[in-house]
Structures are given as C-alpha cells and as structure tokens.
Nanobody, 120 residues
Framework: QVQLVESGGGLVQPGGSLRLSCAAS????????MGWYRQAPEKERELVVN???????NYADSVKGRFTISRDNAKNTVYLQMYSLKPEDTAVYVC??????????????WGQGTQVTVSS
C-alpha cells in the first residue's frame, strides 16, 4: 500500500551538488523512519542517512558535513541535499521507510531508486 517515489538523480561533476526527493503515499500517520540507502556495483548496500518521525537524524560518517536530509510533512516528502559530491558517491540511491506498527513490529518499504553518477 505504501509507495515511495524518488527523483533528482543524474550526472554531476566532482564537487557538484544534487538534491534527491522521495515522496511517500498510501499511509496514515504513524511512528516511522525515512531515509536513504545507496548501492554501488560490487558493493554492499549502505545506509546514507535516516530521519525519524520526531525529526532526529542519523548520518553515515562518510557523508557527514556534505549531505543534509530534510522533510516536508505537508507533502510527505523527504529530501537529500548533497554537496561536494565525490566519485565514490556514485551509486543507486534508494528511499526507505520503516513504519512501526507495534512493539517489535515493523513494515519496511523501498523505492525504485535513482542513479547518481559523479564523474568528469
């Protein structure tokens, strides 16, 4: 029922910036986290950042100071603003949402992913 739709990926030169968007639909208010994972070829999927329904954020060490997550509650959308992009940031970025239904009960949803390529 929950659908996550990402946008904003593309090709950018090293040092450039991009803003990714993830719009969520098909859910009612609940306790949740939303965030971004990324996966590069031949690499394991890794958490980039997430944000809780209370507004707390958690960033991977590799992106601290360069990436910023934000949320627009009216639009049910989260954004990932990426600055100072590096070639090693190249990956498919996938939006994630975890909805907590009860104690020790969680539903997980994934978007389709958007490609970010950092190259000269």
């Amino acid at each position: 029922q929950v659908q996550l739709v990402e946008s904003g990926g593309g090709l950018v030169q090293p040092g450039g910036s991009l803003r990714l968007s993830c719009a969520a639909s098909g859910f009612t208010f609940s306790t949740y986290t939303m965030g971004w994972y990324r996966q590069a070829p031949e690499k394991e999927r890794e958490l980039v950042v997430n944000i809780t329904s209370a507004g707390n954020t958690n960033y991977a060490d590799s992106v601290k100071g360069r990436f910023t997550i934000s949320r627009d509650n009216a639009k049910n959308t989260v954004y990932l603003q990426m600055y100072s992009l590096k070639p090693e940031d190249t990956a498919v970025y996938v939006c994630n949402m975890n909805i907590f239904l009860a104690i020790a009960t969680m539903n997980t949803y994934w978007g389709q992913g958007t490609q970010v390529t950092v190259s000269s």
